[in-house]
């Protein structure tokens, strides 16, 4: 009977510890339940908020096992004041990288300057996005490449943003002074709408030594279609020039190979290939994009599926609320596979 009192004895000063830990590791589990595990159909987005709650749960709990440690009070203090010290260094040392990064993806999830699929140019990097990170942004440029950006580098550089209504598409050539604008003017004109632009319009951006700079310019709605597009405006540019009898060469031609005054630069009219292989230039290059947006699309869908059989189950009788459910939970299935094939691609 004395060695179990002794023992009893012993153990007394660690039941608030154990009992504590106890709690909040049930406390935790439970926070997960309710706000991740029960909830499979939200996307990152959704879901990065709550992941946020579990962060601070977190440390609240550490916290709380720190003050039912069976040590004096100046030890727990002290231990307190460690524990401080060591969530205050991890944020200090981070701050230039990993928690710079994180504020700035939070202030793009706040603005929204752009959506998985849209085009973006930062700097000399162009192309589609594909995934927006915790702490980087990922899009897929014009080679097919893959390319993270720093949420930072995203912060602090402007960022241009196609707009899915439609983007303008352009090239600019020189030509020589000896044939009027007005004819270039309807030429350019011309080769934008058999390029499909809409509202084209020719612009004289320079009157060089030698040549004058003119720019074509057309709305493209189709946004998709865009590096096609433009391929298209400068292969339609040259097939309309030269059908009117206009070389495309800087007058300084002449200065490094004479050549007779009414001899002409223009390429003899080829038979034309079927433009099939170059419509799907897109599809290639920016194949992990499309399906990117794809993804976000069809989970919006069914978010907001979702949302609207929440509102009518409050109204529904209990039959009907049965029917709701199971709506609401292939729905929530959908999302979860949508997001796991998005995962599995990676």
């Not at 007005?182 to 004289?204: H, N, R, T, W, Y």
């Not at 059908?243 to 031609?253: D, K, L």
């Amino acid at each position: 009977m004395s060695n179990f009192n002794t023992v009893f004895l012993y153990i007394i000063p660690f039941l608030p510890i154990v009992s504590t830990s106890i709690i909040v590791v049930l406390m935790l589990w439970g926070a997960n339940q309710l706000l991740i595990v029960k909830h499979p159909e939200l996307g990152n987005e959704r879901m990065f908020p709550r992941q946020l709650i579990m962060l601070g749960l977190t440390f609240a709990g550490i916290l709380a096992i720190a003050l039912a440690l069976p040590v004096s009070e100046n030890s727990r203090n002290q231990i307190i004041v460690i524990i401080g010290l060591i969530i205050s260094g991890v944020f200090a040392f981070s701050s230039n990288t990993i928690f710079a990064n994180l504020m700035a993806g939070l202030m793009l999830r706040v603005t929204k300057p752009f959506r998985a699929g849209d085009f973006i140019k930062i700097n000399e990097n162009f192309g589609r996005v594909v995934e927006r990170g915790l702490f980087d942004t990922e899009i897929q440029t014009e080679n097919r490449e893959l390319l993270a950006i720093p949420n930072t580098f995203m912060i602090k550089n402007p960022v241009y943003v196609t707009h899915s209504s439609g983007t303008i598409v352009s090239t600019t050539l020189s030509l020589g002074y000896d044939i009027h604008h007005s004819m270039i003017d309807s030429m350019l004109l011309d080769a934008a709408i058999k390029c499909g632009l809409k509202e084209p319009f020719v612009q004289i951006l320079e009157l060089g030594d030698y040549s004058i700079t003119y720019k074509v310019s057309g709305m493209l709605e189709d946004v998709k279609s865009l590096l096609t597009a433009r391929s298209n405006l400068c292969r339609y540019v040259l097939d309309t020039l030269h059908e009117n009898r206009v070389e495309i060469v800087s007058p300084t031609f002449m200065n490094q190979r004479p050549i007779l005054e009414d001899k002409k630069i223009i390429p003899a009219k080829a038979k034309q290939k079927s433009s099939e292989s170059i419509s799907i230039v897109e599809e290639i290059v920016f194949d992990k994009a499309e399906k990117a947006e794809k993804i976000e699309n069809e989970k919006l869908l069914l978010l907001n599926n979702i949302q609207q059989y929440e509102e009518e189950l409050k109204e529904a009788s209990t039959e009907e609320k049965k029917q709701i459910q199971v709506k609401i939970k292939e729905d929530s299935e959908k999302i979860k596979n949508l997001e796991n094939s998005g995962v599995e691609s990676d």
